[in-house]
């Protein structure tokens, strides 16, 4: 029986706020159409390279969009504001309709198929998958939200969507890379030290950095980190991965067209904790 990937999502899980501040109309959906790929990569480029470090080239430069061959066997996750506000990416033929926050996922069955999963680039996977060919594995990449959005509400908002798409496609592990921004791992010692010894994959899980950009991430010793800076100086969708239960992978990895240094996720959904799993059920369309 040939396997599918669900790649519906209810349109309207919505975020009901209870702060006036906070934006109440947002909706969380899949894409539909490439007019909803290109406004998820005109977002991610206006975070990725108008906002942070990232080094477009020329074509990137003149389209304005981030984008790649993976994009196009993706499901993209959208976080939708429906209000009047003008900020984010306006979906074509959708007038008060902006994109404001996106994920992108490649689910197993589609990167087997086409170019592997994104990730393989920096880290060897083949070990995980062998290891574990009776789970379904779903990456997750590239994900921004707007300067302006960037609160706890819009976060659990786009990952009640991502929480729906592994209910419906039966995926058991999530992966993907995580970012610092910067690409000198001296600077990022403690952070990098910190994840080393706390939350290292145990051998059933554990992945390696590709041997040819390996970068050691036991820099400082365990007994000589500062604990509350260190989680002060985690990026906060890092300290999200680790609330979840999230795994990290051997080794660092620097990305140079990103400006960034990359550290590995290993999530596997059974170890999700369940106060986390009732909220991510809460809202419901």
């Given amino acids: 029986m040939k396997e599918t990937i669900k790649t519906k999502i209810a349109k309207h899980i919505k975020f009901k706020s209870q702060d006036d501040s906070e934006k109440p109309n947002l909706c969380v959906r899949l894409s539909e159409n490439k007019n909803d790929i290109r406004s998820a990569q005109s977002l991610r480029f206006k975070v990725f390279y108008k906002e942070m470090s990232a080094h477009p080239n020329t074509l990137t430069r ?27 990416v306006p979906l074509i033929g959708k007038k008060r309709s902006r994109v404001v926050g996106t994920y992108r996922l490649i689910p197993q069955i589609a990167a087997e198929k086409n170019y592997g999963f994104y990730s393989q680039h ?39 969507g991502v929480w729906k798409y592994l209910n419906d496609n039966n995926i058991d ?52 980190i500062n604990t509350k800076q260190a989680l002060k100086a ?7 991965y680790l609330r979840l239960g999230a795994y990290i992978g051997n080794g660092a990895v620097i990305d140079h067209q990103f400006g960034t240094t990359d550290v590995f996720i290993i999530m596997p959904k059974k170890l999700i904790e369940d106060r986390f799993v009732t909220r991510f059920n809460a809202v419901k369309s």
């Fill in 234 to 240: 985690l990026p906060p969708l890092i300290k999200g």
């Fill in 173 to 224: 592990v999530m992966i993907g890379c995580a970012s610092f921004q910067g690409t000198d791992p001296n600077d990022l010692a403690l952070p990098l030290s910190f994840l080393y010894h706390n939350s290292l994959a145990p051998d059933e899980w554990l992945v390696n950095a590709q041997p040819d950009k390996f970068v050691n991430m036991n820099i400082i010793k365990k007994e000589n």
């Fill in 62 to 88: 003149v389209t304005r969009r981030d984008r790649d061959s993976y994009d196009k066997i993706c499901s993209h996750m959208l976080v939708i504001d429906q209000s009047s506000q003008k900020r984010g």
């Fill in 122 to 160: 920096e880290y060897e996977l083949t070990h995980l998958l062998k290891k574990h060919k009776d789970k379904k594995f779903l990456e997750l990449g590239r994900s921004c939200v707007l300067k302006e959005y960037r609160n706890k509400s819009t976060i659990e908002l786009l990952w009640q």
